[in-house]
């Protein structure tokens, strides 16, 4: 059970990417005070954890509503968080990219929401993974819930590095919330191809 809720929380920390969004969490509260940071960084919480729940809940009944078996799902979810580890790897970091997307929106955006929650805490990586970590074909439902109290456990601790965002980019700088990134998505790359492996496997009956 220990190396199952372990797994779980490497792959969510790789595709939540905690540390990775410190940047992106400064730009869009630069010029606030602290009170209305810590406001912006627990409604961006609750938003993206009301979301990747709405995906643990109803992702995988909507699937079968469409008739797709989980594995095609988990072969395409694979692929996507393959690509999504590409450019964590050799594209843009996270926090450039998404720091560029805010500064597009002229922040007319709500901050809390976009680009912090989403995509920036709840990508579309997150909302793949919850799902496929929830399979309600794999697992009981006191292991699903075990993967959602997982899952909230890294939107906790992202809570906390988004509290700790000013000391954290003074001590790691641009640069190191880069680094940490980018392994994070070597991280994804490796979860991303074990997910086609496992849906090609469940899907020819291997």
Known sequence: MWDDILKDFIYLWAVVDPVGS???FIAVTAGTSRAVQRKIALRAIITAALVLILFIVGGQLLLEQLEIPLSAFQIAGGLVLFLFSLTMIF??????????????????QN??????AIPSIASPGAMMAVVLITDNHRFHVGEQLLATVTMLVVLIITYGFLLLAGPIQKAIGDAGASIVSRISGLILASVAVDSVLSGIKSYFAL
């Open 22 to 24: 410190i940047p992106v």
């Open 91 to 108: 594209g843009e970091s996270k926090p450039e990219s998404e720091i560029e997307e805010s500064n597009r929106a002229n922040y007319h």
């Open 111 to 116: 901050k809390a929401v976009f680009p912090l």
